[in-house]
């Protein structure tokens, strides 16, 4: 199993494996994270819920929670659940549970967005 550190962040998250730093874009609703030959896709299906993809392919959903959106909640994928394929490895549930909880599972839109901007900024 590789070692992971995470830096959680729904906007400007980072996750590095075994010291090495994982280049992470984001386009849209999907977080993209690329290591070595594989690329993993976070892609957002609803508010709370998420695919997780290697090379295309479905290899994870997740499903956040309310409280990920909570005023104040620092970690987005903290209460998220994760149900993996078969067909999976420890690297994918090292990058794939590190992508969850960095960025969260789901995407909570512009309404949402914005008044927790505002919440957390006022106060």
Same mark, same amino acid.
């Given at each position: 199993?590789?070692?992971?550190?995470?830096?959680p %962040?729904? %906007?400007?998250?980072a996750i @590095?494996v @075994?010291?090495?730093?994982?280049?992470t874009t984001?386009?849209?609703?999907?977080?993209? &994270?690329? !290591?070595? %030959?594989?690329?993993y =896709?976070?892609?957002a299906?609803? #508010?709370?819920?998420?695919? #997780?993809r290697? @090379?295309? &392919?479905?290899?994870?959903? /997740? +499903? $956040?929670?309310?409280?990920?959106? *909570?005023? $104040?909640?620092?970690?987005?994928? !903290?209460? *998220? =659940?994760?149900?993996?394929? +078969? &067909?999976?490895?420890?690297? %994918?549930? /090292?990058?794939? +549970? &590190?992508?969850v909880l /960095?960025?969260g599972?789901? *995407?909570? $839109?512009?309404?949402?967005r914005?008044?927790?901007?505002?919440?957390?900024n006022?106060?």
């Amino acid at each position: 199993m590789p070692t992971v550190t995470v830096v959680p %962040d729904r %906007d400007h998250g980072a996750i @590095n494996v @075994n010291g090495h730093n994982v280049p992470t874009t984001r386009k849209s609703r999907t977080r993209t &994270a690329v !290591l070595g %030959d594989r690329t993993y =896709e976070l892609r957002a299906t609803s #508010l709370r819920k998420a695919e #997780l993809r290697r @090379n295309g &392919a479905v290899i994870a959903h /997740a +499903q $956040g929670s309310f409280r990920s959106y *909570a005023p $104040g909640s620092s970690i987005p994928g !903290l209460h *998220a =659940e994760v149900t993996w394929s +078969q &067909a999976i490895d420890p690297t %994918d549930v /090292a990058v794939g +549970q &590190a992508m969850v909880l /960095a960025f969260g599972a789901g *995407a909570p $839109g512009i309404v949402l967005r914005t008044v927790f901007f505002w919440t957390d900024n006022l106060t």
